[in-house]
């Protein structure tokens, strides 16, 4: 499988972005996927993930109520809806696939196929 997310930006506190994550190769589409992000200086972190079903999303606690993850099986994109934006957003985000569940549940599973990443500065 290879990812690659796309449509990052410079953007204003306050505002919104829609990310996408492209995968190719069939392999792997069809398991638990996430969103991370690592800012300048900081580790990776995650952000969101989802199940293939799509009905059960997990959000981080800083982002929850902000951010949305969707996904469309039929395509193999996978989406992060940025809303509210603030400058403590600023990160690159990869999109991944879980290659070993957690028993803790998905943030904590193992995930592998990192694509290039795409940029979100906010800033006014």
């Known amino acids: 499988v290879q990812l690659q997310a796309s449509g990052g930006g410079l953007v204003q506190p306050g505002g919104s972005l829609r990310l996408s994550c492209s995968a190719s190769?069939?392999?792997?589409?069809?398991?638990?996927m996430g969103w991370f992000r690592q800012a300048p200086g900081k580790e990776r972190e995650f952000v969101a993930s989802?199940?293939?079903?799509?009905?059960?999303?997990v959000y981080d606690d800083s982002v929850k109520g902000r951010f949305g993850i969707s996904r469309d099986n039929d395509n193999n994109i996978l989406y992060l809806q940025l809303n509210k934006l603030t400058p403590e957003d600023t990160a690159v985000y990869y999109c991944?696939?879980?290659?070993?569940?957690?028993?803790?549940?998905?943030?904590?599973?193992?995930?592998?196929?990192w694509g290039q990443g795409t940029q979100v500065t906010v800033s006014s």
């Open positions: 991944a696939v879980e290659v070993k569940r957690s028993p803790m549940g998905p943030r904590y599973g193992e995930y592998d196929y």
């Open positions: 190769g069939g392999v792997g589409f069809n398991r638990v």
């Open positions: 989802i199940t293939y079903s799509g009905h059960q999303p």
